[in-house]
């Protein structure tokens, strides 16, 4: 059932394709959600009780829930969900407070003093998945760092559950981050729903989450045709766990699996440096994924993943690092030996006792995080993508006497009279 590769036969080329995900080389997911964006933008909300009609299945009354109607749905709750909720939410709102940091001022030459201060990004937008499964946990990991930022206006948008309202897990984390509104919408239209506005939803600054294909691309999109950013394209869930001979077969496929029940385009990765490994692993996930109640989606998705046979812990890493996976797991008693040559990665859990699954609810660290090799490049969600950082500099009587005639030379060099100008009217009182 799982693919299985001896990296030593693999050529460059063969290499390349194994570590490709998410190809849409027709451009099908482009054009469905071009199409989607454009409608968004010429009939705001309309546009999206059609789409909750057409993909969520749901005739909406209204576009969103407010405080009291979320404190209602959020009474549904078990004392100890909640307590688990609140378990998260604090760690996590503890690992992100260190976070914030000050750099302090820094004096390049006497009297010429810079630093750097953050300034929360005013009005961000939140996507919350809401289609095969509901995600709390995302909520807490995009509203606590928004929170702590102190950004002031936190746009929530979900896809409808098929009641018309979101589930209570989803209105009880909407009480714990004293958010105002969640507004029904899923998928991309959710996404142009926030880059351009709409009667009701406000046009944001930045948005953020991870979500499906349509999702992604709608981020991607935005990105570079409107002034709205993105905290990055974070789509389809992906995990590589690295095992070597210390490894227990039950856990790593307990993992793999973890992260196929996810969605049919979610992929899971075994690099091992044992074959015993390979078929160990194998035979458990046919014992393990028959019983999930999501075994279809986590059929589909083991049949788009592998497992590569590698030679030892270094060349797993090296595969590792050109895979650059969202998640990392080094199901080993030796991770300490290689944790140095961890070059790409989303998050990284370390040991056999470190399941993925906590990093993904409760440990404290963000699950938003980049996809696709995205991790060569881009870092989970944290308070930082919440904020600006923006450079402040003064210049005392001392200071511009000494970096004047510098500024001088290069303006001059430059051609840039005006610039030098500038310098030496100071210099001249
Ligand atoms: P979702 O909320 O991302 O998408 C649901 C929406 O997709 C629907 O409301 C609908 O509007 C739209 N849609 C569905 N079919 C469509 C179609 N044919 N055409 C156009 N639009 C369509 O929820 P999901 O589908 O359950 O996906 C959640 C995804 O988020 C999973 O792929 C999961 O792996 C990923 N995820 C990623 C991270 C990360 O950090 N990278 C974290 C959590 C989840």
Known sequence: MLRTYNYQDLNTEDLQQLVQRNVDPANEIRTIVEDIISNVREHGDNALLDYARKFDKVQLEKLYLDKAELAELAQALQPEQKEALKTAYQNIYKFHQSQLSNEGKIETMPGVTCWRE??????????IPGGTAVLPSTFLMLGIPARIAGCKEIVVCSPPQKSGKVNAFIAYVAELLDIDRIYFAGGAQ???????????????????GPGNQFVTKAKTIIQSTTTTAIDMPAGPSEVLVIADETANPIFVAADLLAQAEHGIDSQAVLATTSEQMAEAVIAELNKQLPVLPRAEIAEQAIKNSYAVVVSSLNQAMQFSNLYAPEHLILASENWEQITGDIINAGSVF?????????????????????????????????????VKKITFQHISPQGITNIGPTVEILAELEGLHAHKNAVTVRLAK
């Open 350 to 386: 370390l040991g056999n006792l470190t399941p993925e699954s906590v990093g993904d609810y409760a440990s404290g660290t963000n699950h938003t995080l980049p996809t696709s090799a995205y991790a060569r490049a881009y870092s989970g969600v944290s308070v930082d993508s919440f």
């Open 190 to 208: 959710a996404i142009a729903a926030m880059a351009y506005g709409t009667e009701s939803i406000s046009k944001v600054d930045k948005i953020f």
């Open 118 to 127: 953050a300034r929360p990004i005013e009005k961000v937008g939140l996507y």
